[in-house]
């Protein structure tokens, strides 16, 4: 297991135990709030599927074939509700690798950082989307500077 992993995991525990605070572009948010946000990243890189592969220099080749395996399996970009874009990774593979993107997003320094680090993910979603459906992020409780950052982005296929 990579130190990055290792890492990553850690820092999820000690934000879901209150031992550190969840930060988003260098801004403290509800533990809540946070995990939210790193649900969102997870759906728009599922979304982005297959476009956004190699946009994922943060996850490892081999959570990306694991990413790509898994999207063919499962038939992601598919017609269905869109509750199943925040469905649970199937191998521990997948789960890491959208960790170590969420994490990178997350940890921008600023929100024109995170905004950039979210552009390519949410482009590469809207070519899947493009509006046919309800936006699947609206059901997510996300922080104010989550939502800001998405805001700065086009809004084509996403409902205001």
Known sequence: MSNELVDAQRLMLEVATRRRP??????????????????????????????VLPLLD??????????ATEAV????????VAGRFGMVPQTALVAAGLLAVASH??????????????????AAARIRWN???????????L????????DVLPRRGRRS
């Open 131 to 141: 509006g046919r459906h309800p936006d699947p992020l609206a059901e997510l409780d």
């Open 22 to 51: 969840a930060l988003i572009a260098a801004q403290v948010v509800g533990a809540s709030q946070w995990f939210a946000a790193l649900k969102a990243i997870a759906m728009l890189v599922r979304l982005g599927m297959p476009e």
């Open 105 to 122: 997003v997350v940890a921008a320094e600023g929100e024109e950082e995170l905004a950039v680090r979210l552009k390519p993910l949410v």
């Open 58 to 67: 943060a996850m490892s080749s081999d959570a990306r074939l694991a990413m």
């Open 143 to 150: 922080p104010s500077v989550f939502a800001a950052a998405l």
């Open 73 to 80: 399996v499962r038939r992601w970009n598919r017609a269905g």
